[in-house]
Protein backbone atom coordinates (compact mmCIF):
# COMPACT_ATOMS: atom_id res chain seq x y z
CA UNK A 1 0.00 0.00 0.00
CA UNK A 2 1.67 3.45 -0.96
CA UNK A 3 1.15 5.65 1.96
CA UNK A 4 2.18 9.14 2.85
CA UNK A 5 4.67 10.24 5.69
CA UNK A 6 3.32 13.58 7.30
CA UNK A 7 5.21 15.90 10.11
CA UNK A 8 3.90 18.73 11.66
CA UNK A 9 6.70 21.15 12.85
CA UNK A 10 7.05 24.15 15.45
CA UNK A 11 9.27 26.00 16.86
CA UNK A 12 8.78 23.35 19.62
CA UNK A 13 9.47 20.72 17.70
CA UNK A 14 7.58 17.96 15.88
CA UNK A 15 3.85 18.30 16.91
CA UNK A 16 2.51 15.15 14.67
CA UNK A 17 4.73 12.36 12.76
CA UNK A 18 2.46 9.23 11.25
CA UNK A 19 1.74 7.62 7.87
CA UNK A 20 -1.38 8.54 6.02
CA UNK A 21 -3.33 7.86 3.04
CA UNK A 22 -5.02 10.71 2.64
CA UNK A 23 -4.91 14.51 4.12
CA UNK A 24 -6.77 17.57 3.77
CA UNK A 25 -5.29 21.56 4.13
CA UNK A 26 -6.57 24.80 3.31
CA UNK A 27 -3.56 26.84 1.65
CA UNK A 28 -4.21 30.93 0.80
CA UNK A 29 -5.37 29.66 -2.62
CA UNK A 30 -8.21 27.21 -1.10
CA UNK A 31 -8.86 23.40 0.00
CA UNK A 32 -5.91 20.75 -0.93
CA UNK A 33 -6.61 17.07 -0.89
CA UNK A 34 -3.31 15.21 -1.01
CA UNK A 35 -2.93 10.99 -1.42
CA UNK A 36 -0.15 9.59 -2.62
CA UNK A 37 1.81 10.51 -5.70
CA UNK A 38 1.13 14.14 -5.26
CA UNK A 39 2.91 16.59 -6.98
CA UNK A 40 5.87 17.99 -5.23
CA UNK A 41 4.25 21.13 -4.35
CA UNK A 42 5.27 23.99 -1.59
CA UNK A 43 2.23 26.65 -0.55
CA UNK A 44 0.87 29.01 2.25
CA UNK A 45 -1.56 27.22 4.80
CA UNK A 46 -4.34 29.48 6.32
CA UNK A 47 -5.24 28.80 9.88
CA UNK A 48 -7.38 25.95 9.30
CA UNK A 49 -8.06 22.66 10.84
CA UNK A 50 -5.69 19.75 8.91
CA UNK A 51 -7.30 15.90 8.58
CA UNK A 52 -5.11 13.24 8.12
CA UNK A 53 -6.42 9.80 7.34
CA UNK A 54 -4.30 7.14 8.96
CA UNK A 55 -2.65 4.08 7.04
CA UNK A 56 -4.06 1.82 9.98
CA UNK A 57 -7.60 2.39 9.67
CA UNK A 58 -9.88 3.99 7.17
CA UNK A 59 -11.98 5.29 10.03
CA UNK A 60 -8.83 6.66 11.98
CA UNK A 61 -8.74 10.35 10.99
CA UNK A 62 -6.21 12.72 13.24
CA UNK A 63 -7.44 16.28 13.26
CA UNK A 64 -4.70 18.76 13.64
CA UNK A 65 -5.45 22.94 14.31
CA UNK A 66 -2.43 24.38 12.28
CA UNK A 67 -2.34 28.33 12.64
CA UNK A 68 -0.81 29.26 9.31
CA UNK A 69 2.44 28.32 7.84
CA UNK A 70 3.83 26.17 4.76
CA UNK A 71 3.36 23.00 3.55
CA UNK A 72 6.15 20.94 1.74
CA UNK A 73 4.81 17.85 -0.68
CA UNK A 74 7.94 16.27 -1.85
CA UNK A 75 7.97 12.34 -2.84
CA UNK A 76 5.27 10.89 -0.71
CA UNK A 77 6.75 12.86 2.24
CA UNK A 78 4.24 16.03 3.30
CA UNK A 79 6.06 18.37 5.70
CA UNK A 80 3.90 21.47 7.57
CA UNK A 81 6.35 23.90 9.48
CA UNK A 82 3.87 26.49 11.80
CA UNK A 83 4.37 28.92 14.09
CA UNK A 84 1.98 26.78 16.30
CA UNK A 85 0.00 23.19 15.58
CA UNK A 86 -2.21 21.22 18.29
CA UNK A 87 -3.54 17.83 17.74
CA UNK A 88 -7.14 17.16 19.04
CA UNK A 89 -6.14 15.50 22.10
CA UNK A 90 -3.94 18.04 23.58
CA UNK A 91 -6.72 21.46 23.12
CA UNK A 92 -7.86 22.51 26.14
CA UNK A 93 -11.25 23.25 24.88
CA UNK A 94 -12.35 25.47 27.69
CA UNK A 95 -8.72 27.75 27.30
CA UNK A 96 -9.72 27.75 23.84
CA UNK A 97 -13.23 29.32 24.85
CA UNK A 98 -11.83 31.87 27.25
CA UNK A 99 -9.21 33.22 24.27
CA UNK A 100 -12.65 33.08 22.30
CA UNK A 101 -14.07 36.01 24.51
CA UNK A 102 -11.45 37.48 25.22
CA UNK A 103 -11.17 38.29 21.31
CA UNK A 104 -14.16 39.28 20.97
CA UNK A 105 -14.20 41.83 23.60
CA UNK A 106 -10.83 43.05 21.65
CA UNK A 107 -12.38 42.86 18.36
CA UNK A 108 -15.08 44.71 19.63
CA UNK A 109 -13.55 47.34 21.45
CA UNK A 110 -10.98 47.91 18.12
CA UNK A 111 -13.49 48.09 15.94
CA UNK A 112 -15.37 51.39 18.41
CA UNK A 113 -11.76 53.20 18.30
CA UNK A 114 -11.33 52.15 15.11
CA UNK A 115 -8.02 51.11 15.27
CA UNK A 116 -7.40 49.12 12.23
CA UNK A 117 -4.28 47.12 13.51
CA UNK A 118 -6.04 46.31 16.72
CA UNK A 119 -9.17 45.01 14.41
CA UNK A 120 -6.81 42.78 12.74
CA UNK A 121 -4.87 40.74 15.42
CA UNK A 122 -8.11 40.76 17.18
CA UNK A 123 -10.24 39.18 14.23
CA UNK A 124 -6.75 36.67 14.06
CA UNK A 125 -7.00 35.54 17.81
CA UNK A 126 -10.91 34.89 17.08
CA UNK A 127 -10.00 33.00 14.15
CA UNK A 128 -7.59 31.29 16.02
CA UNK A 129 -9.76 30.17 19.09
CA UNK A 130 -12.27 29.26 16.80
CA UNK A 131 -10.24 27.01 15.03
CA UNK A 132 -8.73 25.28 18.32
CA UNK A 133 -12.31 24.93 19.69
CA UNK A 134 -13.35 22.67 16.27
CA UNK A 135 -10.17 20.99 16.30
CA UNK A 136 -10.85 19.95 19.86
CA UNK A 137 -14.32 19.26 20.16
CA UNK A 138 -14.09 16.30 16.97
CA UNK A 139 -16.35 13.18 17.60
Not at 26 to 53: C, F, Q, Y
Amino acid sequence: MTCMTVQVVTPDGIKYDHHANYISVRTTDGEMGILPGHLNIIASLDVHEMKIRRIDDDNHVDWVAINGGIIEVKNDFVTIVANSAERERDIDVSRAERAKIRAERELEEAQSTKDIDQVRRAKVALQRALNRINVGTHQ
